[in-house]
Every structure is written in structure tokens, then in C-alpha cells.
């Protein structure tokens, strides 16, 4: 099983503790979300259920952690639809570079400056700060 602390470090393990051989398949912590806590129970696919404790510093939460992780989401999802209007944007001028060639024999590298052009606006809408 392997904890992270996604307010200190987002790309390393925290804390790491082998629980079982058997895949894990649920997991059950005890507290709220004020309090924390510290005691993990975990059951693999075996049937078998362990009782872990955490140490105060993962089981407490920090005062801001809440924002943190909603922004981290927002930031994903934001991500995620960028990735999508992009990938939809390149489909569309695959198309139209296509079509515009079988009907008129336009110039390759017209068509990408159009397409790099749109991409480029679409990445200035999403970066430069909203008033």
C-alpha cells in the first residue's frame, strides 16, 4: 500500500508498506474530515483485512490542503479539456486540409499555419489571466 502526501510531494510515495500478496481491494479510514485519522484498515482479495496506523503528519490534515487538492482537480480537468478541444481541433483541420486538397490542390503549409494559428489562439484563451 503506498500513501501519498499530495501537499508536500506530488511525484513520490510518501510512505510505502507491503499489507498483503493478494491484491488489495478496499480500504476503510477511521475519522472525518476535520480530524483525520490514523488508523487504515485494508482488505485484500483474499479476504483478509489489516489494521494499519499512519503517522499524525499524514492523518492530520494542513490547513490549507482542501483547496489544494481541489485546485490540483481543477487544474486536471482543465487540462483534460484543452487535450480534448485540441485533439478535436487537429481532427478538424485533418478534414479540411483533405478536403481543401481534393477539391482545390491547396498548399500544405497553408494549411498548417491556419491550424497552428487556431491552436495558438485557443492556448492564449486558456493561459492569460481572466478578469
Same mark, same amino acid.
Given at each position: !500500500?503506498?500513501?501519498? &502526501?499530495?501537499?508536500? @510531494? /506530488?511525484?513520490?510515495?510518501?510512505? +510505502?508498506?507491503?499489507?498483503? &500478496? ?5 480500504? +476503510?479510514?477511521? #475519522?472525518?474530515?476535520? #480530524?483525520? #485519522? ?8 483474499? #479476504? ?13 490534515? /494542513? ?37 481543401? /486538397?481534393?477539391?482545390?490542390?491547396? @498548399? ?5 499555419? !491556419? !491550424? ?8 492564449? &484563451? ?6
Amino acid at each position: !500500500m503506498d500513501v501519498w &502526501d499530495i501537499s508536500h @510531494n /506530488q511525484n513520490e510515495v510518501q510512505y +510505502s508498506h507491503k499489507v498483503s &500478496d493478494a491484491a488489495l481491494t478496499s480500504i +476503510s479510514i477511521e #475519522g472525518n474530515t476535520q #480530524g483525520g #485519522g490514523k488508523l487504515v484498515a485494508v482488505g485484500d482479495a483474499n #479476504g483478509l483485512v489489516s489494521l494499519l496506523e499512519v503517522c499524525d503528519s499524514l492523518a492530520q490534515p /494542513q490547513h490549507n490542503e482542501k483547496a489544494l487538492v481541489n485546485t490540483i482537480f481543477e487544474r486536471s480537468s482543465v487540462r483534460q479539456k484543452n487535450l480534448e478541444a485540441r485533439d478535436r481541433e487537429t481532427r478538424r483541420a485533418k478534414a479540411s486540409k483533405k478536403e481543401s /486538397q481534393e477539391n482545390d490542390g491547396t @498548399n500544405d503549409n497553408e494549411s498548417e499555419i !491556419m !491550424m497552428l494559428r487556431g491552436l495558438e489562439t485557443e492556448f492564449l &484563451d486558456v493561459v492569460s489571466p481572466e478578469d
